[in-house]
T-cell receptor, first 110, second 121 residues
């Protein structure tokens, strides 16, 4: 069972804005950076958001990240069919001295 | 361009060991770390640990301590992950990813293609 809690699924229609939440605790999200990864079907994950809200080079500005307290969110605006993927949040946990991942959210573009 | 190329799929019997390789190219290997992760069939990502490609310092996930060893070879820009005493629940796709050299907390910005390890009698 993941210590970072994400909704198992999310959906939206093309052009819509969707958000995916990631809930943790003071030992992980509360004190450390949050990272978001996108995993397209059958492929390796890709870094989507760095250090809570930074987009790596090549990531469209339709993707944005935020963090408040012990929770974080990934927002995707102008939803496109190619955004259909699994999304994972991750953060270092000081108590475990390891990286925790959320259970993943499967995004469906209707 | 940065590339991480992993070794091929393997089938192992319970109790055996497996060693997966990850050959890096397109960047200075010693300036970064390598993180290992795995993903069981239909499941989410699990962090296994990290190794500094410079010093060889490691940090392993608590639940794998004693069964996993991560090493690196600067001369070939290759990182290795060995997992011992394999069980059926170790069946997964194993990934290497480029991390930061200073420690295990940073992001994984480039990933290998994944290596399927199947543990079955």
């Amino acid at each position: 069972q993941s210590v970072l809690t994400q909704p198992p699924s999310a959906s939206g229609t093309p052009g819509q804005r969707v958000t995916i939440s990631c809930s943790g605790s003071s030992s992980n999200i509360g004190r450390n950076y949050v990272y978001w990864y996108q995993q397209l079907p059958g492929t390796a994950p890709k870094l989507l958001i760095n250090r809570n809200n930074e987009r790596p080079s090549g990531v469209p500005d339709r993707f944005s990240g935020s963090k408040s307290g012990t929770s974080a969110s990934l927002a995707i605006s102008g939803l496109r069919p190619e955004d259909e993927a699994d999304y994972y949040c991750a953060a270092w946990d000081d108590s475990l001295s390891g990286v925790l991942f959320g259970g993943g959210t499967k995004l469906t573009v209707l | 361009q940065v590339q991480l190329v992993q070794s091929g799929a393997e089938v192992k019997k319970p109790g055996a060991s497996v060693k997966v390789s990850c050959k890096a190219s397109g960047y200075n290997f010693s300036n970064f770390g390598i993180t290992w992760l795995r993903q069981a069939p239909g499941q989410g990502l699990e962090w296994m640990g990290w190794i500094s490609a410079d010093s060889g310092a490691t940090n392993y996930a608590q639940n794998l301590q004693g069964r996993v060893t991560m090493t690196k070879d600067k001369s070939t820009s290759t990182a290795y992950m060995e997992l011992r005493s394999l069980r059926s629940d170790d069946t997964a796709v194993y990934y290497c990813a480029r991390g930061v050299v200073s420690g295990p907390r940073g992001p994984c910005d480039y990933w290998g293609q994944g290596t399927l390890i199947t543990v079955s009698s």
